[in-house]
């Protein structure tokens, strides 16, 4: 997949970039504060409609300003495809060819897109949340089917957690209502179950080949899937219905579920050095980039924000090695010797000074 041009508009500190993308390697040099971020972040924001370091969209929107689009043409299998995204305080748009996508589920993941970020240390360190949502937006990428699955369970959860509260209050006292959006609720989570359980066997079935590369056979890496109940929720769920009316939520379901990773079987965010996350960070990535590659035919785009300054030596070389292949890439660095001759050499390089980039 390759990013060949982008229009953004009035997107954080960037008030009006046109910029023409080299299908290789694209350097954004600048000093602290000048845009490089808010670029990389408007190309995820265009592939996601969400954004990498916020959870509320509309603070991208340049202050002062009603809305913000990004536009981009991007060439995938072949195809030309102009893409375009207008996200106001309210309300998000896409477009692809001028026409509108009335279904965000099916528009999200026709741009693979992979960021290596300092936010990263969430997907390992965050709370439950933090990596459920990693893991929604990963592999929501490859499967349209799961972020509709995703959506309608959410609206049945929400729907649940409104009768529990009813029933707590005593204004209704239905529980075979209870019993039908339960079942209702059961269906769309085992479905979810299922295509997390296989992405997480696929990503375990890849990542150790990497890892163990970076870590000299050393370590041995798995992505756990911790369910937040054992075998049958519909069950579970009906032993907890007194439970779940005094709190007035559902106790559990997917949006419970958490994912750890285990580093010769121990949990890292506990027992892991820096140095270790880092590395599973950047396996879990590189894994993630093979994955993609598998499920749509065609290398994800490749987005670095800042990891010359957080890698070692050692890891940042395991990066270029991948960088050197067919992935467009788009690195910012504050300092660009930190990068190689080599690769400067087929690279464009782009200056970034006070949200004007050239
Ligand atoms: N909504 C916004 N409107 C205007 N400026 C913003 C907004 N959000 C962030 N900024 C400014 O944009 C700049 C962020 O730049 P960033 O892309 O993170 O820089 P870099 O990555 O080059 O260090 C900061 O100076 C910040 O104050
Ligand atoms: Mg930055």
């Given at each position: 997949m ?17 910029l023409d993308?080299?299908?290789?390697l ?5 000093n ?5 971020t808010?670029?990389l ?15 509320f ?5 340049m ?7 990004v ?24 477009k692809i060819?001028d026409?509108?996508q009335?279904?965000l589920?099916?528009?999200i ?32 990428q ?6 509709y ?12 957690n ?12 239905d529980?075979?209502?209870l ?25 375990n ?6 890892h163990q590369k970076?870590?000299?056979n ?7 899937y911790?369910?937040?109940?054992k ?11 007194k439970y ?6 559902t ?8 994912f750890?990773i ?10 892991g050095?820096?140095g270790?996350?880092r ?8 894994s993630?980039i ?69």
């Amino acid at each position: 997949m390759i990013l060949n041009n982008i229009k953004v508009k009035n997107f954080r500190c960037l008030n009006n970039v046109n910029l023409d993308f080299n299908e290789n390697l694209n350097i954004i040099v600048g000093n602290n504060g000048q845009g490089k971020t808010s670029l990389l972040e408007s190309i995820y924001l265009l592939a996601f409609t969400k954004s990498h370091k916020t959870n509320f969209e509309r603070e991208v929107i340049m202050t002062g300003c009603d809305f913000t689009t990004v536009n981009a043409r991007i060439s995938f299998l072949d195809k030309i495809n102009d893409f375009g995204f207008v996200l106001t305080k309210k309300s998000k748009k896409a477009k692809i060819n001028d026409i509108e996508q009335k279904k965000l589920s099916e528009y999200i993941g026709k741009i693979n897109v992979v960021m290596f970020s300092p936010e990263d240390l969430k997907i390992i360190k965050g709370d439950p949340a933090t990596k459920r949502k990693f893991v929604n937006l990963e592999l929501g990428q490859t499967s349209p089917m799961y972020i509709y699955n995703l959506l309608l369970y959410k609206k049945i959860l929400k729907q649940r957690n409104e009768l529990l509260k009813k029933i707590q209050k005593k204004e209704i006292n239905d529980f075979i209502l209870l019993d039908v959006i339960t079942e209702q609720l059961c269906d769309y989570a085992s479905k979810i179950m299922v295509e997390r359980e296989t992405f997480i066997d696929k990503l375990n079935s890849i990542i150790n080949g990497i890892h163990q590369k970076l870590t000299n056979n050393q370590e041995v890496i798995k992505i756990k899937y911790r369910k937040s109940y054992k075998d049958d929720m519909f069950q579970e769920l009906k032993q907890k219905y007194k439970y779940d009316v005094i709190v007035g939520s559902t106790s559990l379901g997917p949006h419970r579920d958490d994912f750890i990773i285990f580093l010769n079987d121990e949990d890292i965010s506990i027992y892991g050095s820096q140095g270790q996350q880092r590395t599973a960070i950047l396996s879990i990535k590189l894994s993630l980039i093979e994955f993609i590659k598998t499920q749509t035919g065609e290398f994800p785009i490749l987005l670095l924000d800042d990891v010359f300054s957080e890698l070692d030596n050692f890891r940042l070389n395991s990066l270029v090695e991948y960088i050197n292949r067919d992935i467009q890439t788009f690195v910012t660095t504050t300092d660009v010797s930190f990068i190689n001759d080599e690769l400067k050499e087929r690279a464009t390089l782009f200056q970034a000074e006070k949200g004007i980039i050239r």
